[in-house]
C-alpha cells in the first residue's frame, strides 16, 4: 500500500509561517481569539480582544516562530530513508507580563529551535488591572535544525527561521 495514502489532508494541523503567504497569521489569530474567549466566564480576569495587539507581534512571529498548530496536540511526519516517523506532541503554556518578554522569549526559542506557536492570549487581571500574556508553544530541539541555523547565522549574521 502507497505510504502517502495513508496520509489524510485533514489530519494536518500545522502550517509553515512565510511571509510571502500570510494565511499562517490567520489561522493564529483565529486561535488566539477563539482562545481569548474562552475564559471570559468569570469576572476576574478578561482577556484582550486580537485586534488590540496582534499587529505588534506580527514581526515578531515572522521572524522566529517556525510553524503555527491549529490544535493544541499534533503530530509530525518526517522521513527517515523509505521510513516515515511519527511524533506526537502537546503543547507547553508560558506566562509573560509584558509584550515585550513574550518577544524575546520568542526570539530567544525561534532562534535554534524550531518554534511551533497554537495560541497568545493577553489578560487582565480586573482586580489589579495588571496585564500579562499566556502562550500555547511547543519547542522542537532537532539537532540538524540547530547545526542548519547556527551556519545560517555565522555566515549571514542574522537569525533564519
Known amino acids: 500500500m502507497n505510504k ?5 489532508s485533514d489530519q494536518i494541523t500545522l502550517y509553515k509561517v ?6 499562517t497569521l490567520f489561522i493564529l489569530y ?8 474562552e475564559s471570559n466566564n468569570n469576572v476576574m ?3 484582550v480582544t486580537p485586534e488590540a495587539w496582534f499587529d505588534d507581534l506580527v514581526p515578531t512571529i515572522l521572524n ?5 498548530t491549529k ?3 499534533f503530530q509530525t511526519i518526517s522521513i527517515n530513508g523509505k521510513d516515515f516517523i511519527y511524533s506526537s506532541y502537546t503543547c507547553d503554556k508560558a506566562t509573560f507580563d509584558s ?6 522569549f520568542l526570539i530567544q526559542k525561534g532562534r535554534l529551535s524550531v518554534l511551533i506557536i497554537y495560541s497568545i492570549v493577553q489578560n487582565v487581571d480586573l482586580k489589579s488591572l ?3 500574556w499566556l502562550i500555547r508553544y511547543k519547542e522542537i530541539i532537532d539537532p540538524q535544525t540547530i547545526r542548519e541555523k547556527k551556519i545560517d547565522y555565522l555566515t549571514n549574521g542574522t537569525d533564519n527561521n
Open 4 to 8: 502517502w495514502k495513508e496520509i489524510k
Open 18 to 23: 512565510d511571509p510571502i503567504d500570510l494565511s
Open 30 to 37: 483565529e486561535n488566539c481569539n477563539r482562545m481569548g474567549n
Open 45 to 47: 480576569i478578561a482577556t
Open 64 to 68: 522566529n516562530v517556525s510553524f503555527v
Open 71 to 73: 490544535l493544541p496536540s
Open 99 to 104: 509584550i515585550d518578554s513574550l518577544k524575546e
Open 130 to 132: 495588571n496585564s500579562f
